[in-house]
């Protein structure tokens, strides 16, 4: 089959890359639409050390179990079941996980890919393949709210306007928060403008450590430096960028001012869907671009420029 | 008065400082016998800025107020009851906070210091001053459990076997927990081990990510990366560390593993005198060497060497 495949350092689409074989428990899903996640291109630097068929965001059809024929999204950890994480239902935590496209398991760049079949969560009629397609970083911005206390009046500040800090904003406004959005994009701050959400450009905003809680989607090392700024003593900084880079960060604030930071990755994949066929979440304005799985390349390098939200490949 | 006295990044003992003058509301104390803190030495280095007279662990007597002729320890924060923070209870970050001997107040490396009456808590008969001296420290280590569960069963790690690696140690397992202390010092360790706390040479560690919670004492900068290697996934880790030093942290681990990153700084004064009267704590195993205030750079000095735990001076 045809995928986009990172060797060590060097991504290329291969036509006749081996198609993937279901092992018990698993089921071939046909790719029908693909999304390009930072993760992606930390990977490509070197993050996780991974080789084999990159991404992990995809809506497909199952070919065969319990769903054949339908249309899905998948979680992306492939789990034991057994070990001390999985039995302290911690699945997503699994000691001896495998991770769709990002560690020891091919990803969804292709014409097909494998899940378990109990990764796998129906995609209604209602929702198309452009929304669908949202459904593994939306589980993750739903996540944040299975983490940590958030209610009406708090000050919440999301850092970045990106792929993530888009989608945890318009999750944060159905659940009926009120968060300000401190990005460096115009045209990404229009969108949320747009959808009456606060947005901020960075050199505007004032820090003033008073913020309840900050939610850091920078995508970059820099970030916990910058939610540090924001956050009130006593406030909570939900940490969501995974990058190769270290920070030179001075850890002191953390100390000083007793706050708390909590790493957040991914989320429910039923509750995105079902976020999803609610309609509580724009996905249009976030799509920048959509490419054949043949130019691939050219998708990476869409998504890694600083005007790209989410760029789509379509095997 | 003689006063240890740090100007810009010079550390002096100055015997003609003017000797303290208490506003309304503060009251003046004849410091009986102080301690060095990792901080004190951070401080010297350049942390916070610092200028005046170092120190903020003692024991002194109060020369007037309803304390007048008691012996009493004291809290180091000094606070302005109006600001937002003290509204919401939390005085110890008030926003015009000064801290004895750390921000904007002279501290207690003196022949007398001044505190808000309010901030001051009587010692009783039965702790002595070498024990009290202790009581800023010991609150540290207390008010980790004021902000995170602990409980018997839990893996609980302590990473650094100095001055406060070995109070909290001390009060876990006044609390019936069972923790590890990971440190470098053989001598350090003995006397854990004589308490029938575990004791572990770093070199012997195996951090295997499976530590509930890790409490971070190591007054290093590298010490969060080290708690990262031993707590598990969706585990907790305290920080104490105040350095002056910053990192060059992979924040990954807290965003993969959802690790909870927790700041500690002050606790209550009240609570650790109550357990130094209540026998729970040994400190004389802890205690390096005591020095005249007139010898108070040979105490920085000492206190700064790999063998020290506490060094006193005594005005």
Chains 1, 2 share one sequence.
């Not at 699994?94 to 109990?118: K, M, N, S, W, Y």
């Not at 993530?164 to 115009?186: H, N, R, S």
């Amino acid at each position: 089959m045809k995928a986009c495949v990172l060797d060590g350092r060097t991504v290329g689409v291969d036509a006749a890359y081996p198609d993937p074989v279901a092992a018990q428990g698993e089921v071939r899903v046909r790719v029908g639409l693909a999304g390009v996640c930072r993760t992606d291109l930390e990977i490509v630097k070197g993050y996780m050390e991974f080789t084999g068929v990159l991404g992990h965001e995809f809506v497909g059809t199952a070919l065969e179990g319990r769903c054949g024929g339908r249309r899905v999204v998948g979680g992306i950890n492939c789990v034991c079941g057994t070990c001390d994480m999985c039995r302290s239902r911690l699945p997503t935590h699994c000691r001896r996980r495998t991770v769709l496209g990002i560690q020891g398991r091919d990803g969804v760049f292709a014409e097909q890919t494998v899940l378990p079949e109990t990764n796998l969560v129906p995609v209604p009629d209602s929702v198309s393949d452009r929304q669908a397609v949202f459904a593994e970083p939306l589980a993750a911005a739903i996540q944040i709210g299975r983490q940590i206390a958030l209610e009406p009046g708090q000050e919440i500040i999301v850092l970045g306007d990106g792929r993530l800090g888009q989608l945890v904003a318009q999750v944060f406004q159905a659940w009926d928060l009120a968060p300000t959005v401190v990005g460096k994009m115009p045209d990404k701050l229009a969108i949320l403008d747009g959808f009456g959400i606060a947005a901020v450009h960075a050199d505007e905003a004032e820090p003033s450590k008073t913020a309840d809680v900050v939610i850091e989607c920078t995508g970059a090392a820099a970030g916990l430096a910058m939610a540090l700024e924001f956050v009130r003593p006593r406030g909570k900084i939900v940490l969501k960028s995974t990058v190769a880079d270290t920070a030179g960060l001075n850890l002191a604030p953390i100390v000083v001012d007793e706050v708390t930071v909590v790493g957040s990755r991914c989320g429910p994949m039923d509750a995105a869907i079902e976020m999803l066929a609610a309609g509580h979440i724009e996905v249009e304005p976030l799509i920048t671009a959509e490419y054949p799985l043949d130019e691939a390349l050219a998708a990476l390098e869409h998504a890694a420029t600083p005007e790209a939200i989410k760029v789509l490949i379509r095997p």
